[in-house]
């Protein structure tokens, strides 16, 4: 997308007063009905060291099942293991590394061809002797290890996000055809404690990180409003940026910032979403104003345009892909604004 159309875009949704509409339960249950393909999650949480960090790693925990939640991904195909299990209660088991093992084994015994797993680590990282680890309770599991495991998911869609210190050499270790892997660090050598995980969450749980503006947030769209605000809150801190994100999904064993449309990665993450089945552009809040659903529909319409487009997106010059995306997206700016004034907001 070019320089000037993100401006545009955001500056947009700051002057209309975007927000995003809660759908009631009925529109949920019609989008989990619907024919699709199914997310998987096993969620992570491995040691906090002291309370501080533990308090922040299941606050995020938190987050992150709300928005699974939301997404409509049903409940037992959300596997959470936690430090500190009895304190939780989604968290089915302590994250012990026979506890890993056994969730990704009973992922791929469920799962179909070309589900989409994702894999979200929360915690501390280490890295000696050219080997990172994620610090789990009891014996850690090493990249080489957890490339094992991985293998049992080589016929689905793999997200793994590893947002620990450290977690930089997870990307080569895992990279592969079919999977998108995230890490909150470039190398094993930024070890201190990082925030990525607390901003890649958040993105899921908004709509500040929605860019395109079609309802959705990818983990690409994630990925990029996390890094983006971790570069922010360590400026605005006035502290030294002591980690940066990588994300791979070419399968090259090389992570990038991916944060334009020319970097290498990007383009698999850009088309990831938690939602279950069929996309969540199909469904229509449920409302008894016979105007506003007619608004609803209509603002439907222009997010599956935008998908539609983004689909042929390798079919078109970037010039003409570029002035098609940002003609449709004012569009659903000003219908947003339309819903917006209808459901008694303001201008």
Excluded: C
């Amino acid at each position: 997308m070019p320089r000037a159309v993100l401006p545009l875009l955001l500056g947009l949704g700051s002057l209309l007063g975007l927000a995003p509409v809660q759908a009631q339960a009925q529109a949920q249950e019609q989008a989990q009905a619907q024919a699709g393909e199914s997310t998987y999650v096993l969620m992570i949480g491995g040691i906090s060291g002291e309370a501080t960090y533990r308090e922040r790693f299941e606050a995020w925990a938190d987050r992150f099942l709300s928005a699974a939640d939301a997404a409509g991904i049903p409940r037992d195909r959300v596997i959470y293991l936690a430090e500190h299990p009895a304190s939780h209660p989604r968290a089915r088991d302590q994250s012990r590394r026979e506890n890993v093992q056994n969730a990704i084994a009973e992922i791929a015994s469920k799962a179909q061809v070309g589900d989409r797993v994702l894999i979200l680590l929360f915690g501390h990282g280490s890295y000696s002797e050219g080997e990172a680890r994620f610090n789990l309770p009891g014996p850690d599991l090493t990249t080489t290890e957890w490339s094992l495991e991985l293998e049992r998911l080589a016929e689905q869609r793999v997200i793994f996000a590893n947002t620990a210190s450290a977690s930089g050499p997870f990307v080569e270790a895992l990279s592969a055809p079919g999977r998108t892997v995230v890490a909150a660090t470039k190398t094993g050598l930024e070890r201190n404690a990082t925030i990525f995980g607390e901003h890649f969450v958040e993105a899921f749980s908004g709509d500040g990180a929605d860019l395109d503006k079609n309802g959705r947030v990818s983990i690409l769209e994630a990925f990029r409003y996390a890094r983006l605000e971790v570069s922010r809150v360590y400026q605005q801190d006035g502290r030294l940026l002591t980690e940066h994100a990588i994300l791979d999904d070419n399968g090259d064993g090389e992570g990038s910032d991916a944060l334009t449309d020319e970097a290498p990665d990007g383009q698999v993450a850009g088309s990831l979403y938690l939602e279950n089945g069929a996309p969540s552009t199909a469904v229509i809040p449920q409302t008894q104003d016979p105007e506003l659903r007619r608004l609803y529909e209509e603002r439907a319409a222009i997010r599956l345009r935008v998908d539609d487009l983004r689909s042929r997106k390798s079919e078109l010059s970037a010039d003409a892909y570029d002035r098609a995306l940002e003609d449709i997206l004012v569009e659903l700016a000003l219908k947003n604004r339309e819903v917006r004034m209808r459901e008694g907001g303001t201008e």
